[in-house]
């Protein structure tokens, strides 16, 4: 519904079944309706009082059929006004407006009851449209009727109707009516226009604490956290004390900001105050609020605080251990919660799948998966969707694309999930299927999707089809290329080698080269060593984003790689500078359901020992095949023999070796590593798996490799 919609006065289109309902659907209760004796009309219209106040629905049909079959209710104006109010305050509106259309003489009670009873269960159009049926019977709306009319206004979006609205407010003089004010206010704040409610808001001779409250609340919901903040400081020094409501705005504003600082007043005024303990609301967003600010400490030390802990709490956890980088504790709080007996909910198993996804863990994630099935949530589309990307990130293409062919509904971002399940997967051709096959089920791209492909593109080495649908998105979509989308069409074509062109790209973008832009160009810059490009590429790399370690990692490899050392020491020391230490590569693999990770040179594991005996034993049956290290992956200046050492400890040599002592024979084994494979490791795992007769799969920070036999699914382009 836009501003401009027209609303005809409603027809009912109930009046005509009303016999069959009384005969079908309240007679069945007159079995139950067992009075000594028929009730009066004063009798009646008292039970029906009490029972709205309880909203008890199906002693009020048994009241409904008793009036029926006594016949008090014939022509009984009255009685008639309290039932069909009845029906609105519980909700059953079908009902109600049944009663309402027999009823001649309608009072404003009637009309107010109606349109709030609309306006309340989601039927806002219903409310709009009986509200000029009223007006059009010549009776105004007073200050019971507008709350719920502009409520319903706000609900359908429909900005021009609520400005008009707004006008006969003025008309009517209720605009400062504090209870009709607060409805403008919220109002307003649905629309996203902020400035219209906050005038509004100031020019309210009386505000109490929901006038706050909304102002508040419509600031942080609008992204304009700041002057949320604000406004909870100004409400201070006009004497009110803040209460659930309003600590529930700050802290939706705090996690909007990332404000510690903030989060932590609120947690202290919560405590000295005692608001909003007496449920789970504000503790459950001071959680959230510490998560957004990486302060997952204080985050469990309040969830182990709190004696009741409901479904959010547990989800609001999980997920803040999973977005700060620690699936692991993510995996073992959701075990924590299961064995509880906590309800699980759609929110839960995606963030718990989310957290399988990063660190591959498989067999954990196939458990969730019959989790889902149990519980009847396997078919939901979110969920279904989360399997999908948890199936393809996992190494399984071939589970995540039967989750996806048996989804009963899909949606965006389920097509784009599994189009990027094969861009990983280096399936260019299959991602371009499933995207044309998307665009003919009338699904329309969009950024994100246009994104997935492009990337899929890019890794299987599709230039002339990637530059085809890149021009696709503006020509036959309308869609603008974003940041993301010109990152994929500079990589696509650095490493297809044709720098040149990449660069020239980048300098004729229409909008400003960021910094995952400049970085793209730098790693294909490496990977077909061009130093003097790759240099120019660093440089506008490292102005935009001094602390991002990739630029600087990449350039110290492609100077040691040509023996530059001084250049290589002069970067490691820019690195030195920036005071921030860069992340150890380490690499993951799962065996019965339990997560090992190792580090570069890592020994602490209790099988070290035998680890590196394998490791060993495998070095030797290389040399004897003719394998000869690499040692320009090593980026320092030591001796061959030790560049050679250093070159055996790297940590998904470590796991892979582990997962050779631990596994069975022909038992495929994946490895998950959090940087980028380096090209020795990728030549020694192509022989191991050669030499072991396994498949092995492994998940580095930009794609998947399947090595089988001596090759690899990359065709080591990568």
Not at 179 to 191: E, K, T, W
Not at 353 to 360: D, F, H, N, V
Not at 463 to 486: C, H, S, T, W
Request: charge should be neutral.
């Amino acid at each position: 519904m836009n501003g401009s919609a027209t609303l005809k006065p409603f027809k009912s289109l109930h009046q005509s079944v009303l016999p069959h309902l009384q005969l079908h659907h309240f007679t069945t209760h007159v079995a139950e309706a067992t009075f000594a004796n028929p009730l009066s009309s004063l009798q009646c219209g008292s039970l029906l009082q009490s029972l709205t106040k309880t909203k008890c629905l199906t002693k009020g049909l048994r009241v409904h059929a008793h009036m029926i079959s006594s016949g008090v209710l014939v022509n009984n104006t009255y009685l008639s006004t309290k039932l069909a109010a009845f029906y609105a305050v519980c909700g059953a509106m079908f009902e109600a407006r049944i009663v309402f259309d027999k009823i001649v003489l309608k009072n404003s009670f009637l009309w107010n009851s109606m349109i709030r009873g609309y306006a309340c269960n989601g039927l806002g159009l219903e409310s709009v449209v009986l509200y000029r049926e009223m007006s059009s019977f010549g009776l105004k709306g007073d200050s019971f009727t507008y709350p719920f009319v502009l409520k319903a206004c706000g609900d359908l979006m429909s900005v021009g109707i609520g400005r008009k609205v707004h006008c006969e407010v003025i008309i009517m003089g209720l605009e400062f009516d504090v209870y009709v004010g607060n409805s403008l206010v919220a109002m307003y704040s649905r629309f996203g226009d902020m400035g219209s409610a906050r005038m509004v808001f100031d020019r309210m001779p009386e505000r109490d604490m929901i006038s706050w409250n909304t102002l508040i609340s419509g600031y942080a919901k609008n992204g304009d956290a700041a002057e949320a903040l604000i406004m909870f400081s100004l409400m201070g020094s006009f004497g009110l004390k803040a209460d659930c409501a309003t600590l529930l705005g700050v802290l939706s504003a705090s996690a909007e900001l990332a404000t510690l600082k903030q989060a932590k007043q609120v947690h202290c005024f919560a405590v000295r105050n005692g608001v909003g303990y007496d449920t789970n609301s504000v503790a459950n967003s001071l959680i959230d609020a510490y998560c957004d600010s990486k302060f997952i400490v204080g985050a469990r030390k309040l969830f182990e605080t709190m004696i009741e802990k409901d479904t959010v709490t547990w989800n609001s956890l999980i997920s803040g251990y999973a977005c700060n980088g620690d699936s692991f504790e993510s995996l073992r709080l959701f075990v924590q919660m299961v064995s509880d007996g906590a309800k699980l909910d759609v929110v839960t198993f995606i963030s718990v799948l989310g957290a399988c996804s990063e660190i591959t863990a498989l067999q954990f994630g196939k458990s969730v998966h019959s989790l889902t099935e149990r519980k009847g949530f396997a078919m939901h589309t979110i969920v279904a969707t989360a399997l999908v990307d948890m199936y393809g990130k996992c190494g399984i293409l071939g589970c995540s694309f039967q989750v996806f062919r048996e989804m009963p509904e899909k949606n965006l971002v389920s097509w784009s999930a599994m189009i990027k399940g094969f861009g990983i997967h280096g399936k260019g051709r299959e991602a371009i299927t499933i995207f044309n096959e998307m665009k003919l089920k009338g699904i329309k791209p969009d950024e994100v999707s246009f994104t997935s492909v492009l990337s899929a593109c890019s890794h299987a080495g599709l230039v002339d089809e990637g530059l085809r649908i890149f021009d696709e998105m503006r020509a036959e979509y309308g869609i603008n290329p974003g940041i993301k989308q010109y990152s994929c069409i500079v990589d696509l074509l650095g490493r297809a080698g044709r720098l040149n062109e990449a660069y020239e790209f980048i300098m004729n973008m229409e909008i400003d080269p960021n910094f995952d832009v400049w970085a793209a160009l730098l790693s294909s810059c490496r990977a077909h060593h061009n130093i003097e490009l790759a240099e120019v590429a660093a440089k506008n790399a490292f102005h935009l984003k001094p602390q991002g370690f990739g630029p600087y990692v990449m350039l110290s490899s492609m100077y040691a790689a040509e023996k530059k050392w001084e250049d290589v020491e002069r970067v490691r020391s820019m690195v030195r500078n920036i005071g921030e230490k860069k992340p150890p590569g380490c690499s993951f693999v799962e065996l019965d359901k339990v997560i090992y990770q190792f580090l570069v040179g890592d020994k602490s594991h209790l099988q070290s020992k035998a680890i590196y005996d394998k490791l060993e034993e495998l070095r030797r049956r290389l040399k004897e095949i003719g394998y000869v290290p690499d040692t320009k992956s090593v980026f320092y200046n030591v001796e061959e023999v030790l560049k050679e050492k250093m070159l055996w400890d790297h940590s998904e040599r470590l796991a892979i070796a582990f997962a050779l002592i631990n596994t069975a024979p022909g038992m495929c084994i994946r490895i998950t590593k959090n940087i980028r494979v380096c090209g020795d490791c990728h030549a020694v795992i192509k022989h191991i798996s050669k030499l072991t007769g396994r498949e092995i799969i492994m998940r580095d920070a930009h794609r998947f490799h399947h090595f089988s036999n001596g090759f690899c699914s990359c065709g080591d382009y990568w």
